[in-house]
């Protein structure tokens, strides 16, 4: 079964963002060359109509949704009416679009953080909807959560072939490295290069360092994509991630490894932790063929090396 064609006309919405690039990149190595992306500067996907417009004209056999407002541990818990907004307008947008269109093949990404914040681990895909999200997310949570419903409803009605992945944290190429806003994994990346370099006495990390989290390199991402949407038809939302995780603090010194950092690294505890653990059980998706390749020490390199390359216009 092949569900995706060389020659399908696919739309990447979020085309320039982590998810969006590497997706684009793996598909246009795959072969798939009629590949179509809009920057949020000429198509903001808020916006119902002007998102309408686009797919009535574009009229893609594929659509890829990998546009959200995404952000770390601070924004989401400062910012929350915008994650919450933001999503659920980029989802309508699209899938309503992609419904009055007949777009057959859909795939939306939704994120570990939409599990019950004291969820077993690892965590089942069984999970979703069996109790409370974690504060510090809920809002974020609440709409990538909409979405997938969105994506299972639309099967049950209309009997479209959609389909929802759940990707674990990700990070690589791409990314924001903005020292606030961002994610753990490029917030710390770029506050320990500026330490090495500036030879700081100190690096402070938030909250206590316990934390235990999952990264999946986002060209592992992009491949599973291609995978799920070459194979997957059922409603139960794919779980992507490694089956592997790190303490936060395991991450920071591996961090300070590879930047050079000598210096002191120190937590401050009145920063939240958020979940103490998010690790994705892999084992349906495992079963399909596909698994994570690269490792977190190798991922971390060629992320860093990215940075160094791309200093002047990364994002932050
Ligand atoms: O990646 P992150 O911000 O978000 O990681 P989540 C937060 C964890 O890293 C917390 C600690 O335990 C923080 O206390 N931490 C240590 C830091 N130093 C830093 C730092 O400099 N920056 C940041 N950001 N954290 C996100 C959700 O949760 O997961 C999103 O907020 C999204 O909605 C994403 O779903 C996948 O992993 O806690």
């Known amino acids: 079964?092949?569900?995706?064609?060389?020659?399908?006309?696919?739309?990447?919405?979020?085309?320039?963002?982590?998810?969006?690039?590497?997706?684009?990149?793996?598909?246009?190595?795959?072969?798939?060359?009629?590949?179509?992306?809009?920057?949020?500067?000429?198509?903001?996907?808020?916006?119902?109509?002007?998102?309408?417009?686009?797919?009535?004209?574009?009229?893609?056999?594929v659509i890829v949704l990998a546009a959200a407002k995404v952000g770390g541990i601070a924004a989401n818990s400062s910012h929350p009416v915008d994650f919450i907004s933001d999503n659920l307008r980029i989802q309508t947008s699209v899938l309503d679009a992609a419904l009055k269109h007949r777009i057959q093949r859909v795939l939306?990404?939704?994120?570990?953080?939409?599990?019950?914040?004291?969820?077993?681990?690892?965590?089942?895909?069984?999970?979703?909807?069996?109790?409370?999200?974690?504060?510090?997310?809920?809002?974020?949570?609440?709409?990538?959560?909409?979405?997938?419903?969105?994506?299972?409803?639309?099967?049950?009605?209309?009997?479209?072939?959609?389909?929802?992945?759940?990707?674990?944290?990700?990070?690589?190429?791409?990314?924001?490295?903005?020292p606030v806003g961002s994610h753990v994994l490029p917030g710390l990346l770029r506050r320990f290069h500026e330490a090495a370099q500036n030879g700081a006495p100190e690096v402070v990390a938030w909250g206590t360092g316990s934390p235990r989290r999952e990264y999946l390199h986002v060209d592992d991402l992009a491949a599973a994509c291609i995978h799920l949407l070459k194979i997957y038809d059922d409603a139960i939302p794919l779980n992507v991630g490694t089956g592997e995780d790190i303490s936060i603090k395991e991450l920071a010194e591996m961090i300070a490894q590879i930047t050079g950092f000598n210096g002191q690294l120190s937590w401050d505890t009145t920063k939240p932790d958020g979940t103490a653990q998010k690790l994705l059980d892999v084992s349906r998706i495992n079963a399909t063929g596909w698994k994570a390749k690269i490792d977190v020490?190798?991922?971390?390199?060629?992320?860093?090396?990215?940075?160094?390359?791309?200093i002047a216009t990364a994002r932050n």
């Not at 006309?9 to 979020?14: F, K, Q, T």
């Not at 684009?24 to 198509?43: D, K, V």
């Not at 020490?297 to 791309?310: M, V």
Request: proline fraction near 8%.
């Open 1 to 61: 079964m092949d569900l995706l064609k060389p020659s399908d006309r696919i739309y990447v919405a979020g085309h320039q963002g982590l998810v969006g690039s590497a997706i684009w990149r793996a598909l246009a190595t795959g072969g798939y060359s009629n590949l179509m992306g809009e920057a949020s500067s000429a198509l903001d996907l808020r916006d119902h109509e002007a998102t309408e417009d686009y797919i009535a004209a574009h009229k893609p056999d």
């Open 108 to 178: 939306i990404l939704g994120s570990s953080c939409i599990y019950p914040k004291l969820s077993p681990q690892p965590i089942s895909e069984d999970a979703l909807l069996t109790g409370p999200l974690e504060p510090t997310n809920q809002a974020y949570a609440l709409a990538k959560i909409a979405g997938i419903v969105q994506v299972q409803s639309t099967r049950t009605q209309y009997g479209l072939p959609w389909i929802s992945a759940m990707p674990t944290n990700l990070y690589g190429p791409g990314d924001n490295f903005d």
């Open 297 to 310: 020490p190798t991922g971390l390199q060629s992320t860093y090396q990215w940075y160094l390359d791309n």
